[in-house]
């Protein structure tokens, strides 16, 4: 049985994380042919407070590109 967890930040849309579920287990059952009913998949998200690229929290990097 494969697992598969996504790590986020969090503001993606339940449309764009429905497309990317559905797409990660389409192409987990065509590359190592597994039943699709054997397949879990799933997200997990976190806020960009506590998230850190380079020294800069996530958070900063995204007010400093929208100015």
Same mark, same amino acid.
């Given at each position: +049985?494969? =697992?598969?967890? @996504? ?5 993606? !849309? ?8 559905? $797409?990660?287990?389409? %192409?987990? /059952? /065509? $590359? ?5 009913? !054997? @397949? ?11 998230? +850190? !690229?380079?020294?800069? =929290? %996530? !958070?900063?990097?995204? /007010?400093?590109?929208? %100015?």
């Amino acid at each position: +049985m494969p =697992l598969i967890e @996504i790590h986020l930040l969090e503001g993606r !849309s339940k449309e764009q994380k429905k497309l990317l579920l559905e $797409s990660v287990t389409t %192409a987990v /059952q /065509q $590359s190592i042919n597994v039943p699709i009913d !054997s @397949i879990r998949v799933w997200i997990q998200e976190f806020p960009p407070d506590e998230f +850190m !690229s380079g020294g800069v =929290l %996530a !958070s900063v990097k995204k /007010q400093t590109n929208k %100015a």
